[in-house]
């Protein structure tokens, strides 16, 4: 090859380079908004779950505040949830102005991660809670609480990221935050009528245990592009790439499903649908933090601790401090969102370094986790129970109990969601 040619040559290889940088790129932008679907799909798996799991005179007021997070939230995220979250920040709250945004696929990403945080706190409240007021708070959710707590971490500049904490996709930032919210709510608005007789809590089963199962069903498949698209990029097969977080995430929630069938069979003497579900669910909840930060083994461990978690603290929530969660959502998402952020700092790993207390890695990014974990907390369930009780004094939480009685989808929305018939609980 002539030395006349070289120049030629060279601009060939830097073309080549950034073809290739480009389309890298585009394959990680592609990714991300496949991901964001497959997030979006996980609204229809809470509609499911949450309608499965309660009475059948409910289902419409499940699927109408199901259609009001994603439809009202991705308005008022894009308003102005986002800049408090990505803005310019003092490390607490950020700001960039109104409608601001860093490019529609990460809106879009983050938008429907912000509408699962708002719909967690729906199951736990099903069957009594005006929709109006409803509204209202999730208003409040999609706005405030969820993009400035969301900032703390995932805004680079926020003071937990600075910190070193790590939570890749929401174990605590989405789920946690939701859970306890949901917790409050289910607290102030009271148990549902009859679900406690004498003291003792009384099982008010679902309608459905079909749809509630295909529900969990559609959740772990959207929960590949929860986790795997959390990156915001494929990173390929190294230790926090998008097919290492899709497997780990798959073997958690397998564990869970296992730790929380067995746990369940053992207690209550026959295998139990509704606390494997939840088993299933509180599997990946528990390894949604640390999906980027943890081995198979790893991953594998915590989604079963996840659903033994799920079992006792489902009971404990229902039976001790007599809180009526109507699916369990605070124990799922509240409880097994705290544990997976805490797992990282056990036996978590940062590529092929340790930095888990028990795995040699020293007890500094455990305390670091405990620190973003009781932040989480202590910010949703100050902030849910401040809006929760104005909402309480003024608007009112509760509906009448012959609205209850009746059923929230003839009272609230006029209709039935099976009217070919008529539900016998509305009959009793």
Same mark, same amino acid.
């Given at each position: 090859m002539s030395i006349l040619n070289l120049p030629l040559l060279i601009q060939d290889v830097a073309a080549t380079k950034a073809d290739i940088e480009g389309i890298i790129g585009d394959m990680g932008m592609l990714w991300m908004l496949i991901s964001g679907i497959l997030v979006f799909l996980m609204q229809a798996g809470f /509609?499911?779950? &949450? %309608?499965?799991? #309660?009475?059948?005179? !409910? $289902? $419409? !007021?499940?699927?109408?505040? !199901? $259609?009001? *997070?994603?439809?009202?939230?991705?308005?008022?995220?894009?308003?102005?949830?986002? %800049?408090?979250?990505?803005?310019? #920040?003092?490390?607490?709250?950020?700001? %960039?102005?109104?409608?601001y945004n860093?490019?529609?696929? *990460?809106?879009?990403?983050?938008? $429907?991660?912000?509408?699962?945080?708002? /719909?967690?706190?729906?199951?736990?409240?099903?069957?009594?809670?005006?929709?109006? #007021?409803?509204? =209202?708070? %999730?208003?409040?959710? #999609?706005?405030?609480?969820?993009?400035?707590?969301?900032?703390?971490?995932w805004n680079g500049d926020g003071w937990l990221a600075q910190m070193g904490f790590i939570d890749f996709a929401g174990s605590s930032i989405v789920h946690a935050v939701g859970g306890w919210a949901a917790l409050v709510g289910a607290? =102030?608005?009271?148990?549902?009528?009859? +679900?406690?007789?004498?003291?003792?809590?009384?099982?008010?089963?679902?309608? !459905? +245990?079909?749809?509630?199962?295909l529900g969990v069903f559609i959740l772990w498949f959207g929960w590949f592009g929860f986790n795997g698209g959390s990156q915001l990029a494929w990173g390929g097969d190294d230790a926090v790439g998008g097919s290492m977080v899709v497997l780990v995430t798959n073997l958690a929630a397998s564990a869970g499903a296992v730790g929380a069938l067995f746990l369940s069979w053992f207690k209550y003497k026959k295998p139990n649908l509704d606390m494997t579900l939840n088993g299933a669910l509180a599997g990946l909840v528990s390894i949604t933090a640390g999906c980027g930060n943890m081995t198979e083994g790893g991953a594998i461990i915590a989604g079963f601790v996840g659903g033994l978690i799920v079992v006792f603290s489902m009971e404990f929530i229902e039976q001790k401090l007599k809180i009526d969660d109507a699916v369990g959502a605070a124990s799922v998402h509240g409880v097994c969102g705290a544990w997976g952020t805490l797992v990282i700092g056990l036996w978590g790993v940062d590529g092929d370094t340790a930095i888990g207390l028990f795995n040699g890695g020293g007890s500094a990014q455990f305390v670091t986790q405990l620190i973003g974990t009781v932040s989480y907390a202590?910010?949703?369930?100050?902030?849910?129970?401040?809006?929760?009780?104005? =909402? +309480? +004094? /003024? =608007?009112?939480?509760?509906?009448? @109990?012959? &609205? @209850?009685? @009746?059923?929230l989808d003839l009272s609230e929305h006029g209709t039935l969601a099976y009217p070919g018939k008529r539900q016998r609980e509305i009959e009793e």
């Amino acid at each position: 090859m002539s030395i006349l040619n070289l120049p030629l040559l060279i601009q060939d290889v830097a073309a080549t380079k950034a073809d290739i940088e480009g389309i890298i790129g585009d394959m990680g932008m592609l990714w991300m908004l496949i991901s964001g679907i497959l997030v979006f799909l996980m609204q229809a798996g809470f /509609t499911l779950v &949450e %309608s499965g799991m #309660t009475r059948a005179k !409910n $289902v $419409v !007021n499940i699927a109408m505040k !199901n $259609v009001l *997070d994603i439809a009202v939230g991705s308005i008022v995220f894009w308003f102005m949830g986002y %800049s408090l979250m990505y803005g310019s #920040t003092n490390g607490w709250i950020g700001w %960039s102005g109104f409608m601001y945004n860093q490019g529609p696929a *990460d809106l879009f990403f983050q938008t $429907v991660f912000c509408a699962t945080t708002a /719909t967690i706190v729906s199951g736990a409240i099903a069957g009594r809670t005006k929709y109006t #007021t409803y509204i =209202l708070f %999730s208003l409040v959710m #999609t706005a405030v609480i969820y993009p400035i707590s969301g900032g703390w971490q995932w805004n680079g500049d926020g003071w937990l990221a600075q910190m070193g904490f790590i939570d890749f996709a929401g174990s605590s930032i989405v789920h946690a935050v939701g859970g306890w919210a949901a917790l409050v709510g289910a607290a =102030l608005v009271g148990p549902r009528i009859g +679900k406690y007789i004498n003291g003792q809590a009384v099982t008010i089963p679902g309608h !459905n +245990k079909l749809l509630a199962t295909l529900g969990v069903f559609i959740l772990w498949f959207g929960w590949f592009g929860f986790n795997g698209g959390s990156q915001l990029a494929w990173g390929g097969d190294d230790a926090v790439g998008g097919s290492m977080v899709v497997l780990v995430t798959n073997l958690a929630a397998s564990a869970g499903a296992v730790g929380a069938l067995f746990l369940s069979w053992f207690k209550y003497k026959k295998p139990n649908l509704d606390m494997t579900l939840n088993g299933a669910l509180a599997g990946l909840v528990s390894i949604t933090a640390g999906c980027g930060n943890m081995t198979e083994g790893g991953a594998i461990i915590a989604g079963f601790v996840g659903g033994l978690i799920v079992v006792f603290s489902m009971e404990f929530i229902e039976q001790k401090l007599k809180i009526d969660d109507a699916v369990g959502a605070a124990s799922v998402h509240g409880v097994c969102g705290a544990w997976g952020t805490l797992v990282i700092g056990l036996w978590g790993v940062d590529g092929d370094t340790a930095i888990g207390l028990f795995n040699g890695g020293g007890s500094a990014q455990f305390v670091t986790q405990l620190i973003g974990t009781v932040s989480y907390a202590v910010w949703a369930l100050v902030t849910a129970f401040i809006f929760f009780f104005i =909402l +309480k +004094k /003024t =608007l009112g939480l509760r509906v009448t @109990e012959k &609205e @209850e009685v @009746e059923g929230l989808d003839l009272s609230e929305h006029g209709t039935l969601a099976y009217p070919g018939k008529r539900q016998r609980e509305i009959e009793e």
